[in-house]
T-cell receptor, first 112, second 111 residues
Framework: NAGVTQTPKFQVLKTGQSMTLQCAQD?????MSWYRQDPGMGLRLIHYSVGAGITDQGEVPNGYNVSRSTTEDFPLRLLSAAPSQTSVYFC???????????FGPGTRLTVL | GIQVEQSPPDLILQEGANSTLRCNFSDSVNNLQWFHQNPWGQLINLFYIPSGTKQNGRLSATTVATERYSLLYISSSQTTDSGVYFCAGLYSGGGADGLTFGKGTHLIIQP
């Protein structure tokens, strides 16, 4: 199993541009989530999904959209990037309710 | 509120030393996990430990859920143990199936 994969690894955007961060998992996990990590801090939850067609907001959802059309994929969209969205983004999948989470390698995003 | 607090924030040790990292968590946080973020930014699962004690090589962890704390023990430290150690718990109050992270312990092992 590849586990949780993310693309791209690095991205530079200009203010106002849009882009999609891709996340996929091959473990047949129902739960997937997106986090951001800012310097010197732990991760904060952006959005999460408990299954295909179901998404909800986490702690810091503003400026981000998600959708979940399949069990495997959970893309994160930035519609109009802002410098405050410069961060490292991690995708995770969850083995079961209240279970262990597994993280992807991260995407380092810079917004100029 | 939701709280996951880690101590110490920074720790510098010589190779071969032992260390204990602590994580205190509030009533609404459960299902503790420990992660190691290596210098390349990768998050590595160390332990999923809602309660009890687990060991994996030189690392072990203990969670006492009734007293709301967890400890991570690193014995005979190696330079490859350097990085940031995070504890995180599942917040059970708002329905979000996501983890609440502490701010981490930055560990430096010197040769």
């Amino acid at each position: 199993n590849a586990g949780v994969t993310q693309t791209p690894k690095f991205q530079v955007l200009k203010t106002g541009q849009s882009m999609t961060l891709q996340c996929a998992q091959d473990m047949n996990h129902e739960y997937m989530s997106w986090y951001r990590q800012d310097p010197g801090m732990g991760l904060r939850l952006i959005h999460y999904s408990v299954g295909a067609g179901i998404t909800d907001q986490g702690e810091v959802p503003n400026g981000y959209n998600v959708s979940r059309s399949t069990t495997e994929d959970f893309p994160l969209r930035l519609l109009s990037a802002a410098p405050s969205q410069t961060s490292v983004y991690f995708c995770a999948s969850l083995k079961g309710v209240g279970g262990e989470q597994f993280f992807g390698p991260g995407t380092r995003l810079t917004v100029l | 509120g939701i709280q996951v607090e880690q101590s110490p924030p920074d720790l510098i040790l010589q190779e071969g030393a032992n260390s204990t990292l602590r994580c205190n968590f509030s009533d609404s946080v459960n299902n503790l996990q420990w992660f190691h973020q290596n210098p390349w930014g990768q998050l590595i699962n160390l332990f999923y430990i809602p309660s009890g004690t687990k060991q994996n090589g030189r690392l072990s962890a203990t969670t006492v859920a009734t007293e709301r704390y967890s400890l991570l023990y690193i014995s005979s430290s190696q330079t490859t143990d350097s990085g940031v150690y995070f504890c995180a718990g599942l917040y059970s109050g708002g329905g979000a199936d996501g983890l609440t992270f502490g701010k981490g312990t930055h560990l430096i092992i010197q040769p």
